[in-house]
């Protein structure tokens, strides 16, 4: 099992939802942001998708997979962080055989981020984890004069 595949398809499958979720909410409303566009908790039916808002966040149920994240990041470049306990909520909604409770998940989650975070592969920023191409490219948003 390649939990740092898991781990990029996770990031994938947000990025993928995420554009999904734009295209509705400009759909319903393109005066609005996407993000207002939807309601707090909905459906998008011709995609099987269903998504709840959630303090910094989302939680969403596509292709019979929990994709739960938080808006930490680059939503307009597509630059989303690994959270440890989404990613293991993730890998448990997969239904592999042995990965069926969410601590187990999380614990074989957070040894591959310890292991990509120790090889300069993954840094930590405001509580979750990005890609060092993501990284480097967030940073150097922050640097960007407004």
């Not at 939503?75 to 959270?83: A, L, P």
Request: charge should be negative; charged fraction near 35%; glycine fraction near 6%.
């Amino acid at each position: 099992m390649d939990i740092e595949e898991i781990l990029k398809d996770y990031l994938k499958d947000i990025i993928s939802v995420v554009e999904i979720m734009k295209t509705e909410g400009f759909r319903r409303n393109s005066e609005q942001s996407w993000q207002e566009a939807l309601y707090k908790t909905g459906t998008i039916d011709e995609h099987d998708l269903e998504y709840n808002f959630h303090g910094m966040g989302c939680w969403v149920k596509w292709k019979d997979r929990i994709i739960d994240f938080d808006f930490r990041g680059d939503v307009e470049n597509t630059i989303f962080g690994i959270d440890p306990w989404f990613a293991a909520c993730y890998l448990q909604s997969l239904r592999l055989s042995g990965f069926d409770d969410v601590d187990f998940c999380q614990e074989q989650i957070s040894k591959v981020i310890e292991k990509l975070a120790d090889k300069g592969r993954l840094a930590k920023r405001n509580n979750v984890y990005f890609y060092s191409a993501d990284y480097k490219k967030l940073r150097e948003l922050d640097d960007e004069p407004s």
